[in-house]
């Protein structure tokens, strides 16, 4: 496959380095008698990679191959004597990231345009030991199924300990799967986009245009899904009931389907005068997926039974859960949008100019849905319909899913005397959800071998709450020169949340700022700008309802009172038209409610950066950046108990929920990141012979401080443990070394040498049964977790231009 | 004596000076008017020939019909008298406003540039020249090789967040082994934009729905920051962790979430709750899901 790849870049590349030699007799050939110019350019070369480690990360978003490839192409005609142009391109032709562009027409009068676009990526290998990636239905031998579900070790036999084998049966199911990652064939996990687009701009008169454009991209190959339940031991290995929860978890990593197929059209018509203009466009999108769901073998079970209590009884739902032989996961539907959208523009006096755009769409699905389960055996018990697996039960057969969006954008500027800038807008986002609120009797839960008759532990129906929200902000800012060499800006700005459906009705943000841009010379600018911003919430729904299941006093932090600083300096010096030197200082910290028990507490982020280049001869240049990131995050959580533990002496206002304050614990995640650039150009021969470095390096370390902040726990799940610090680590090389034969003609080899390794403890092998803190000896990922590598690619190459 | 008549010589030679001065200028001034492009390319002939190539060059066939060097210029006549360059405007050189004024002359009627005023880049004054070299620039006419080279020359945050853990194909669009599938515009509009942040589309979720439309349609069962907005857990221009999430998950869930046991441990990192994908273990339908048995996203 590989061979016959090369050959046809062989055979490309040759064609199109005949094709460009044969109109190369120099550069911006003049053609059909002067009345049109050609011009372009081809690369190809040979190419050589050699990688250790994981080549899905290094091709994460590329094609690197080796042999005989043709990298671009481009050919540009224009006339000379006529308006006419035609411009081709091609960029890495027959490989996973190739593109095919061309556009031509009549300058001022009309333009089409046609193009070709593929953008791989490749996501990791691992090892499936179900069959059928890439389509709706993963399979494994009924066999298998067969010898894993009569080593199923029941509550009934396992005791009161998660983590007790007391018939062995757990060391033989693990057994069985080790024996089948080690003999299952590796699965790589990918997809590729292909975007085809057409495009006609057409103008009836210089200033008034029409267009329409059409792009269909289809979606192909597999990517990672998990799904998976536990269930919960309360009793710890001391005998401790409760203090010591132990849990078996139990589930499948999945290769998901992707056959996604968007098509998009847009077809508009505006009229640009000089002092007013006004345009309007309908675009049209249409989704279709492929697959409506996944289906999959549950390896551990040949039959459908239910979750039992503690005497494998089916008359609750605690344990022995995940016992279905199909499970159905269902994928995304497809739908269709549209929007119609008015803009335009118009002068008024005092240097005055008011833009305004208003949009209005809708968005539709009406996929039917799958049924609750596809286990048999939950039929008819604890209340399940009696027919479960047949969606013609449901309440309805579809979501009637449509939401209506509408959005404003206006902004109002104006210079009415010359040192002053005034600056107002207003933006509207409504998001109208009309879908239907469809009550369900229940649902099939806990690794749908149960029927569930709320939606959480506080007895909220199970229904559907359509969310819709109004966001609404305006920003008003003055701008003053003060004197020639120093503006400075004032502004304020505020912005107002609505939502439906949520546990929240909304959050109103006010906000200040100030700025300036010092200039006081030609060769260095100053600029600077401050903002204070606080949000304040209305009806954050109490914790522990059936409204809101989450704890008393959490505050999810994109909806929880907030105050921001923000912060920005930059400073840019040209002291000689060799030499520009950049320097950089951003700040932000963000405290979320001071009353608020949970969640995140705090953010904090500052940047510095410095950028110089240096040019002291058109033979020799460098460049060097660095930037420096660090991140605070700061959360306080709590283990929940069954029931409230005496609180002492603690000095805590809440001591009577499942929330002992003795359980709290905090989590500061510290992130600091390092970035290297540095690179030089060199002519050795000048105009001849070129050699071009660079050497980039990202460092990023991640720490995370978890601790109790009250002391001795009540809960062995609430002690906090470290975690190791994660790293992050690219180093990149690239050398050019060139030769121009002519002006038009170059040789040249390449080298790119890239190093990257990631440390992160959560990237496990494919089965950790015996090494979790829970018993997963029926939880089998993929180990789809590689993704450290060290590659060196080298290559030559003739350039030609024409 | 012999002094007093010197000085009065030079007195009268100074006062004829002036009044010969004063005489031409008239003529001078007409000198100073619009010479036309032919004559510019009398002198500038290679520049000429290049620019002929150029977009600008066909700015008649667009409805200026009277375009040419002294349009971006000014009148060339001091200069062509002089050849003094301080006798012509070069807009690279001259206060940003003036320049570009300049090209907005031409370039305000046109989609792109509607929301151009009162954008973050013009408050900013940053100068039409600043980014585009009008004179043999690169695609686009752009000042570097690349857009994303260009923009990441001020946007030093986000060219760091390229080189990281997760991020879009934006890294190097200029060499065969690069990944620039996406440059800045694919998402932004420079030069101004009717959503925030130079974000060219209604909100920040209509432009991610845009590459990824599955995620635009309601479901049965929602999680509200894939409607509200997708930036509550991503980083779009890159991040240290997995998927653009702005902080590691399970931590990320658990600021948020505290319902059951399960999520409220402090967990260890042998947890099952904590490796792979952490909770997205079982809770694998995060963007939504359409199961009548989907209502925690886990089908």
Excluded at chain 1, 107 to 130: A, R, V
Excluded at chain 1, 251 to 259: Q, W
Excluded at chain 1, 346 to 360: A, E, Q, R
Excluded at chain 1, 489 to 497: A, I, L, N, R, Y
Aim: hydrophobic residues 35%; contains cysteine.
């Amino acid at each position: 496959m590989m061979r016959r790849k090369s050959s046809k870049n062989i055979a490309l590349a040759m064609s199109m380095a005949i094709l460009a030699t044969a109109a190369s007799a120099g550069a911006d050939v003049t053609v059909l008698g002067g009345n049109a110019t050609v011009s372009g350019e081809v690369t190809a070369g040979v190419q050589q990679k050699l990688v250790d480690g994981s080549n899905e990360k290094l091709e994460e978003y590329r094609d690197v191959v080796n042999g005989v490839l043709l990298h671009d192409f481009r050919f540009k005609a224009d006339g000379n004597t006529t308006p006419y142009y035609l411009d081709l391109k091609v960029k890495n032709p027959l490989q996973d990231n190739e593109y095919y562009g061309v556009k031509g027409g009549v300058h001022g009068k009309f333009g089409i345009g046609l193009f070709y676009d593929s953008i791989p990526h490749n996501f990791n290998t691992g090892t499936l030991i179900l069959s059928g990636a890439g389509t709706g239905r993963l399979t494994i031998a009924d066999q298998i199924q067969t010898d894993l579900q009569a080593l199923e070790q029941t509550r009934g036999e396992r005791g009161s300990l998660a983590n007790n084998d007391t018939t062995g049966e757990d060391a033989q199911q693990q057994a069985i799967i080790r024996d089948l990652l080690a003999n299952t064939n590796s699965t790589t996990f990918k997809l590729k986009r292909q975007k085809t687009g057409f495009s006609l701009d057409y103008n009836v008169t210089p200033d008034i245009n029409t267009w329409a454009k059409v792009t269909n991209e289809k979606r192909n190959g597999t990517r990672v899904l998990t799904t998976g339940t536990y269930e919960r031991y309360n009793q710890g290995p001391n005998g401790l009931l409760h203090t010591e929860d132990q849990f078996f978890a139990s589930g499948m990593e999945l290769a998901e389907p992707i056959d996604y197929r968007t098509t998009v059209l847009n077809v508009g018509a505006g009229v640009y005068k000089k002092n007013w203009l006004a345009d309007a466009e309908y675009t049209f999108t249409n989704f279709d997926n492929g697959y409506q769901s996944l289906v999959w073998d549950n390896p551990f079970r040949i039959t459908d039974a239910t979750a039992t209590n503690t005497a494998d009884a089916p008359t609750s739902n605690a344990f022995n859960r995940g016992r279905f032989v199909n499970g159905q996961l269902a994928l995304a539907p497809s739908s269709q949008s549209h929007d119609f959208t008015v803009s335009g523009s118009v002068d008024l006096p005092l240097h005055s100019k008011l833009t305004g755009t208003v949009s209005y769409g809708w968005v539709s699905q009406d996929d039917p849905f799958v049924p609750y389960t596809l286990n048999s055996a939950i039929a008819g018990v604890g209340g399940a319909p009696a027919n479960i697996t047949d969606p013609s039960i449901l309440p309805q057969s579809s979501l009637n899913g449509w939401v209506n969006t509408l959005t404003q954008s206006y902004v109002l500027t104006s210079k009415p005397v010359e040192p002053l800038a005034l600056t107002a807008k207003y933006r509207y986002y409504d998001y109208d959800n009309q879908s239907d609120e469809i009550l369900f009797p229940g649902y099939a839960a806990f690794g749908e071998s149960y029927w569930r008759t709320s939606k959480n532990d506080k007895g909220a129906p199970v229904e559907n709450e359509p969310l819709s929200f109004t966001r609404q902000n305006a920003e008003i800012s003055a701008d003053y020169h003060v004197a020639k060499p120093l503006t400075v800006s004032v502004e304020g700005f505020w912005e107002d949340w609505a939502r439906e459906n949520l546990r929240i009705d909304g959050t109103t943000e006010l906000g200040i700022g100030g700025g300036f841009i010092y200039k006081p010379v030609k060769m260095a600018s100053l600029k600077g700008s401050y903002k204070y911003a606080h949000r304040t919430v209305d009806g954050y729904k109490t914790g522990a309802t059936a409204a809101n299941p989450e704890a008393v006093g959490l505050a999810n932090y994109d909806w929880a009172e907030r105050e921001r600083h923000k912060a920005d300096l930059r400073l840019t010096v040209v002291p000689t038209e060799a030499i520009t030197v950049g320097v950089i200082g951003q700040f932000m910290n963000d405290k979320y409610g001071e009353d608020n028990r949970f969640g995140l507490k705090k953010q904090e982020s500052a940047l510095g950066g410095l950028d110089i280049s240096y040019a002291p001869s058109e033979r020799l240049s460098f460049y060097a950046n660095y930037t420096k990131e660090y991140r605070k995050g700061a959360m306080q959580s709590g283990a929940k108990d069954d029931t409230f533990n005496a609180a002492g002496s603690l000095d805590d206002a809440y001591t009577t929920d499942n929330f002992n304050p003795y359980n709290y614990w905090n989590s500061n995640i510290y992130e600091k990141v390092d970035t290297v650039g540095l690179g030089t150009t060199v002519q050795i021969i000048p105009e001849k012979l070129t050699l071009n470095t660079s050497y980039a390096l990202s460092y990023s370390k991640m720490d995370f401080v978890n601790y109790n902040p009250n002391g001795a726990v009540k809960l062995a799940n609430a002690e906090t443990q470290s975690w190791p610090t994660v790293t992050n680590r690219l180093q990149e090389v690239r050398a050019d070394l060139g030769y121009n034969f002519t002006k038009n003609l170059k040789v040249g080899v390449n080298y790119l040498y890239e190093w990257y390794r990631l440390d992160d403890f959560a990237n496990t092998p494919a089965y950790m049964a015996g090494t979790s803190a829970e018993n997963s000896t029926r939880f089998v990922f993929t180990g789809a977790n590689n993704y450290s590598y060290e590659a060196h690619v080298a290559g030559a190459y003739l350039n030609l231009k024409f | 004596m012999k002094n007093r008549e010197t000085f009065r010589r030079l007195f009268l030679l100074s006062a004829l000076t002036a009044c010969l001065m004063l005489l031409a200028a008239p003529a001078f001034a007409v000198e100073a008017g619009y010479v036309g492009s032919d004559k510019c390319t009398e002198c500038h002939g290679d520049l000429a020939k290049a620019f002929s190539t150029n977009i600008h060059a066909k700015a008649g066939a667009y409805g200026f019909k009277d375009a040419g060097c002294e349009s971006c210029h000014g009148p060339a006549g001091a200069h062509v008298g002089s050849g003094d360059t301080a006798g012509i405007i070069n807009p690279s050189k001259i206060d940003y406003e003036a320049a570009s004024e300049t090209c907005l002359k031409c370039h305000s009627k046109g989609k792109g540039q509607m929301f151009w005023h009162g954008s973050i880049h013009e408050s900013q004054k940053i100068a039409c020249v600043i980014c585009h070299k009008i004179h043999g620039g690169n695609e686009k006419l752009l000042a570097k090789k690349t857009e994303v080279e260009l923009c990441v020359s001020c946007h030093t945050d986000v060219r760091a967040d390229m080189f990281k853990r997760s991020k879009h194909p934006m890294r190097d669009s200029s060499s065969p082994t690069g990944e620039g599938k996406m440059t800045c515009s694919s998402c932004h509009n420079a030069h101004g934009s009717r959503g925030e942040k130079l974000i060219d589309a209604k909100s920040f979720n209509d432009k991610c729905y845009e590459c990824h439309t599955e995620k635009k349609a309601p479901m049965l069962w929602e999680h509200s920051p894939v409607k509200e907005d997708c930036l509550t857990c991503h980083n779009a221009h890159g991040s240290s962790n997995d998927k653009m999430l702005v902080t590691k998950a399970p931590r990320l869930c658990q600021q948020c979430h505290m319902q059951g046991r399960h999520q409220t441990g402090a967990l260890g990192t042998d947890s099952t709750y904590t490796f792979n994908r952490s909770c997205l273990n079982c809770h694998t339908q995060i963007h939504g899901s359409n199961n009548p048995s989907g209502a925690v996203l886990q089908r």
